[in-house]
Structures are given as C-alpha cells and as structure tokens.
C-alpha cells in the first residue's frame, strides 16, 4: 500500500505535508534538522497471514515471520517458510511487531522475508539510514504501545506512518548511529559484567553456607577460645533429631480447611523463617488426618521433586503437608544451625534422590545422613557470621541491580540527547 505522505528525496526540500506541526513536535532539535512524519521517509508494508498449509518446516522458500515470537534478542527463529508469499519485505527493512506483544524490532538482512499480520515492515527511503531508523524506533516504542488498542493490543498503520521523527542529514545520522554504538559497546561491557556479579550471588551464598558449617569461617575464633574442631559429635541426623512428617486433609471435606491451623506445602518453604502458610486447616482437620501440629523452632525440609532440599523453620506451630519432613526441636542444636546445615547439603540430597523425572528423598534418608554438632555456643557465632554476610551478599546484589537500572536509564537519557541532536554530532 502506497504512503499518502509525498516521500522526501531530498532534506533540503520537504514537502510542506510531511512537516510536523509546531503543536506537536515532542522536544526542541537543532535549527537545521526537520520534524517529519516517519510515513515521508518510509515505505510502510503490512503483513499478511499465510495459511499454515501454505507453510513448511523443511527451509524451503522464504521465511516466515509470524510474531514476536520469532524476535529472539537480535536475531529472528524462523520456524517456518512459504513458497508462494503473501508479502515480501526486502533486505535493509526494520521489521517492528505490532500486534500482541508490540514493539519488537529487527534489521533485515535476508534478501526477503514474509510478514504475518502482526509485523509490518519499515523501508527507509533515500534521506533515511536503517540503522538511524532502528535507534528512533527503539527510543519511541513506548510512545506507540500506549496507542495500542483491542483485546489483543494492536497498533495501526496511521499510528506508524503519523510518527514525528527528528530528521538530519545522512551524514549527521551516520554520526549519532556510530556514537550510539560505541556508547552502548561500553554501556553493555558494563552491565554484563555487573550482571555476572548479580547472577553469582546464590553461589557466593552457598559457598558461604558451606563454610560456616564446615566449621571453617569459626576457625580463629576456636583458636581464640581454645576450642578444638574435634570438640564437634559426629552422629547422624536420625541419632541427633527426632522426624516426623505431616499430612494432607481430605479436599472432599472444604470445612477442614477453613481452619486458623497454617498448613504449609514444601513450595513454601522459603529457606528461611516461616511466620504463616497460604492455607489453614482446622481442628477436625488434623483429628480426621496424618497431618500434625509442630512446634515452633521445627525445622522443616522438602523431601519430593522440584522443591527438594528447600528448608523452613516454624516462627510458630504449624501442620505440614507429607512432602515435608520435620526435625523436632532439640536442646543440643540451635534451629537455625541445623536449618542452615540441611541447606548446604541441598546437593547431597538431590544426589540421593531416588524416583522418576525428578529426585524423591525420605526420612530414612534424612535420618541416615551423616552431621557433625558443634558446642552450643559455636553454632550460635557460625549462625551469627552466616546471616551478617548472607545479608552484606544481599545487600551488595540488590546495590549491583539498581546500578544497572541507572545505567540502562543513563543508556535512554543518552540515546536520546543523540537522537533530539543535544550532543552536536557533526561529520
């Protein structure tokens, strides 16, 4: 389909059509640019949905771009292919998705490509670089998803080609997209190596843990009170606990679970203290079942499938359901040192798990599990190192995420100042 905007084949001559009025022209851009209409700089195709019969899997034809779904990252995954076309976009384009999920972006770089409906192909015409057109888009796509509309949001043709875009020479567009880049390399190395530190937290945790009920991060302060590793008892969790394991009501009776009792299932357990559950039972409940009633400081482990390892200590008393083992409290051991005991043998469990698809341990597992118990009075200093830098480990993590939230802020602040020509890009 034919722009109704006259395209603009030279800056210095814009038809006074394409102009955007002083009204509504977004920000102020240098004297010599143009606010325009993006539909006098582009050729605008819709696509068009191709019967799946139409399609294959076998590579064969062009391929077919179906949705966003296909957007992965930079890249289009093509799934599928059409011999006969309903509507080619050419090499150079920025395919932008508008439909559903809208806003997706990509440089074609096949020699053609078919569109679904949901994806409209933008071509630039002469006074406009794909790549200058990609960085604009990019910067304005919150803008267009608030012109969505229907069930399924869906941006229209006006609302593309109607867009006001801050028109420069090609020489200066070549400046800003060459600034841009080399802005976001740096701006990418940046996060990247921010996001690692991010994303290894859970491991700087774990190993944390694991020194802790080594014994190994107490190691100066026994030295310091003339303690001996070989003051720890060597025993199993079944000789220093007592276990138990609760229980589910009948879900035929709806009354027993209009209780105050907390009823917590293993995908609750938060590795962590538990001061309430998402369900309750009642009285009659725990009387008509195997569920029972656990005393606060219980320490809590799941025993089946993807929550396997998870642990919970009861900030009060509490049923379970049978999927969650219980070590009743005991006067020898502090709960929050065996809580973080279990968690750091998580692994070993896994690795014991017997079953299906996924891992199941049991009691009789968990109670022949070697455990080593250090005097009261050091588990209460290893828990006490533990939590201070678990929450410095936290603390740093959630530090790290905000700084690259900021960056990606100073990234849109920065593009943009490109874009509206505040930095003075010149050739």
């Not at 038809?15 to 955007?20: G, I, K, M, N, S």
């Not at 976009?89 to 053609?112: D, F, N, R």
């Not at 990247?192 to 843990?209: F, G, S, T």
């Not at 991060?217 to 079944?238: K, N």
Request: include cysteine.
């Amino acid at each position: 389909m034919a722009n109704k905007l006259p395209l603009i084949t030279d800056i210095n001559d814009i038809p006074e059509q394409a102009l955007v009025p002083l009204g509504e022209q977004p920000y102020v851009i240098p004297e010599h640019w143009k606010w325009v209409r993006l539909g006098s700089l582009i050729t605008l195709i819709s696509g068009r949905d191709a019967a799946l019969t139409k399609c294959n899997d076998k590579g064969i034809g062009i391929p077919y771009v179906m949705g966003a779904s296909n957007f992965v990252g930079s890249n289009l995954n093509i799934e599928r292919w059409i011999e006969a076309p309903e509507v080619v976009s050419p090499s150079g384009a920025l395919l932008l998705t508008v439909k559903g999920t809208i806003g997706k972006l990509h440089v074609q770089e096949a020699e053609k490509m078919n569109l679904s409906r949901q994806v409209m192909a933008l071509v630039p015409g002469p006074c406009l670089t794909t790549e200058y057109l990609h960085f604009f888009m990019s910067a304005y796509i919150t803008q267009l998803e608030t012109a969505a509309v229907g069930l399924i949001p869906g941006i229209s043709r006006a609302d593309v080609l109607s867009t006001p875009i801050p028109l420069s020479s090609l020489d200066e567009q070549s400046c800003i997209v060459e600034y841009i880049e080399q802005i976001n390399a740096k701006i990418d190395d940046v996060i990247q190596r921010l996001e690692h530190y991010v994303d290894e937290a859970p491991n700087r945790r774990a190993e944390l843990i694991r020194a802790g009920v080594n014994g190994i991060l107490t190691s100066d302060w026994r030295d310091e009170q003339g303690r001996s590793i070989d003051d720890w008892e060597s025993m199993t969790l079944g000789e220093a606990f007592k276990w138990s394991s609760g229980g589910t009501p009948s879900r035929k009776r709806p009354e027993y679970y209009e209780g105050t009792i907390p009823w917590i299932k293993s995908g609750e357990l938060p590795d962590g203290r538990i001061a309430d559950s998402e369900e309750h039972i009642s009285e009659d409940a725990v009387a008509s079942s195997s569920a029972k009633i656990f005393p606060q400081d219980s320490v809590l482990i799941a025993m089946y499938g993807a929550t396997i390892g998870k642990v919970g200590i009861l900030d009060a008393s509490a049923t379970t359901n049978q999927a969650i083992a219980c070590a009743l409290p005991s006067p020898d051991t502090i709960p929050d040192f065996l809580a973080l005991f279990l968690q750091a043998r998580k692994p070993d469990f896994i690795a014991l798990g017997k079953g299906g698809a996924q891992p199941n341990i049991s009691q009789t597992v968990i109670k022949a599990f070697p455990f080593r118990r250090p005097p009261l009075e050091e588990q209460e200093k290893i828990v006490k190192v533990i939590l201070s830098g678990l929450a410095k480990i936290d603390t740093s993590a959630e530090l790290t995420q905000r700084a690259i939230d900021d960056i990606e802020t100073l990234r849109e602040a920065t593009v943009l100042a490109a874009l509206s020509g505040r930095l003075g890009l010149r050739p």
